[in-house]
T-cell receptor, first 113, second 110 residues
Framework: DTEVTQTPKHLVMGMTNKKSLKCEQH?????MYWYKQKAKKPPELMFV???????INESVPSRFSPECPNSSLLNLHLHALQPEDSALYLC????????????FGPGTRLTVT | GQQLNQSPQSMFIQEGEDVSMNCTSS?????WLWYKQDPGEGPVLLIA?????ELTSNGRLTAQFGITRKDSFLNISASIPSDVGIYFC??????????FGGGTRLMVKP
């Protein structure tokens, strides 16, 4: 099973709202990732968790707050977003060692109004 | 991160034709990954390559790991309408981080 699930599939939120994106995998992977993807562009890395610890934060604004409650779950908490944050948010997971093949979830389409 | 150059950026093909695309880098990679992304969905891993010169198939798709370890190629034989989408090459660097090519958008004429 190489499935990564994400909820919700679509999210519309106002700039003053607080919402969360959720991601789950049951492949035993110990590395999990959040990406942001704009139309017609490749995914852009936001955060990396390795063994439930944040290992990479690619200078993401603090209005995005990741959380890894356990080895299977990854959340992304959203607060006071801007319209330019509208994008497809992708979660991925991989083994913590080589060959680092990443498996992606279906994404959450976020629209900030 | 390292930059991957993917070409062509987009292509129209006639159903039944073969398709070729490639990915090049100025740096050596030890692994090449090819993903396909349908509109509104996440990328799906198609083929992973681990050794220079390796040729791997997945149905009508065949990918090759270039012998210089700085390039990779993806071929699709006898294209069909469901091959439409964006194809990304990717390579791991600095451990478990991936760098992506800009993508090849495949559009099939019915």
């Amino acid at each position: 099973d190489t499935e990564v699930t994400q909820t919700p599939k679509h999210l519309v939120m106002g700039m003053t709202n607080k919402k969360s994106l959720k991601c789950e995998q049951h492949m035993g992977h110990r590395a999990m990732y959040w990406y942001k993807q704009k139309a017609k562009k490749p995914p852009e890395l936001m955060f990396v968790y390795s063994y439930e610890k944040l290992s990479i934060n690619e200078s993401v604004p603090s209005r995005f707050s990741p959380e890894c409650p356990n080895s299977s779950l990854l959340n992304l908490h959203l607060h006071a977003l801007q319209p330019e944050d509208s994008a497809l948010y992708l979660c991925a997971s991989s083994p913590s060692g080589p060959p680092y093949e990443q498996y992606f979830g279906p994404g959450t389409r976020l629209t900030v109004t | 991160g390292q930059q991957l150059n993917q070409s062509p950026q987009s292509m129209f093909i006639q159903e039944g034709e073969d398709v070729s695309m490639n990915c090049t880098s100025s740096s050596i990679f030890n692994t090449w990954l090819w993903y396909k992304q349908d509109p509104g969905e996440g990328p799906v891993l198609l083929i992973a390559l681990y050794k220079a010169g390796e040729l791997t198939s997945n149905g009508r798709l065949t990918a090759q790991f270039g012998i210089t370890r700085k390039d990779s190629f993806l071929n699709i034989s006898a294209s069909i309408p469901s091959d439409v989408g964006i194809y990304f090459c990717a390579g791991p660097w600095a451990g478990n981080m991936l760098t992506f090519g800009g993508g090849t958008r495949l559009m099939v004429k019915p």
